[in-house]
C-alpha cells in the first residue's frame, strides 16, 4: 500500500480538512447530532462544528431542525464522483466479469481506508439473488476476506500499529475479536496469500480474497468472492474458486 505524498502544510487548506472530518463524524451510530455531539467526535470546538454544519445546510449537505443536524443524500456525490472518474473501477470491471460469468459467483473489488474495507468494483452475477457488496459500501477490516489480504501486505510494525487502535467487534460466533487470534490468521493469509473467511460476517456466508499486485509487487487492492456456503462443503470453495481469483489476480497485474 502506498503512503499518501507530503504536502507542505503553509499549503494545505485546513478548513477543508475539518469540514471533511464534520462529514465523517456522521455514522450509523451517529445519524443525527447537535452541534455540540459532531464537535466531539470531529475534534472541534462546538462554535467551528457549529459554523461547519450551518455551511453543510447551506450548500445542500445537511439539514438541520435547529439543535440537531443530519446529512442529505447530496453528500453522495463525494462518493460518486470517485466511483465515476476514477479508474480502477472501469479497468477491472471487464476481468471481474468474465470470472462471474465463468463460475456464476458474484466478484468485488476493494481497498483499505483506514480501518475498513471500501468496495470499488462489483460484477453482476447471474443467479437471481447476487451476493456481494455494491460499489461503495464499507465494511470492518477483520470481518472480511479482503481486510485480511490487504492487512497481511503490511509489515509487522503496522500492523501491530493498526490491530491496537482497531475495535474487533463481534458479528457472529465465527468473528475473530482476540486481538492475537487476528494476528496470528493476517499473518497465515500472508504465507498462503489468500484467505477464506467463514461467517465472520454473516451465518451461511463465507469469502475468499487475494491480494491485487501490480508490476512492481505493490498491493492497494483486493479482490474476493462471497458465496453461501453450502453450495461449497468442506475444501470446495478453495479448490474451485481460488484458482479463478489468481487468475484474474494474473491478468490484471501487467495493468493496474
Known sequence: MTAPPHIDRKLLIEGLGKGLRVIEAFSDDHPRMTATEAGVHAGLTRTAARRYLLSLVHFGYA??????????????????AFLDGARIPRLVQPYIQRASIQCGETFNIGSLDGHEVVYLARSNSARIISIGHPPGARLPAHVVAQGFILLSTLDDAALDTWIAEHDFAGFTGSTLIDPAAFRESVVAARAVDYWHADQYLDFGLSGLAVALRDRKGRCQYALSVTVQRQQYPGDQM???????????????????
Do not use: M, S
Open 63 to 80: 439539514a438541520t431542525d435547529g439543535k440537531h443536524y443530519w446529512l442529505l443524500p447530496r453528500v453522495l456525490r463525494l462518493g460518486q
Open 238 to 256: 478453495v479448490a474451485k474458486l481460488l484458482p479463478i481469483l489468481r487468475e484474474v489476480a494474473e491478468a490484471l497485474r501487467p495493468v493496474l
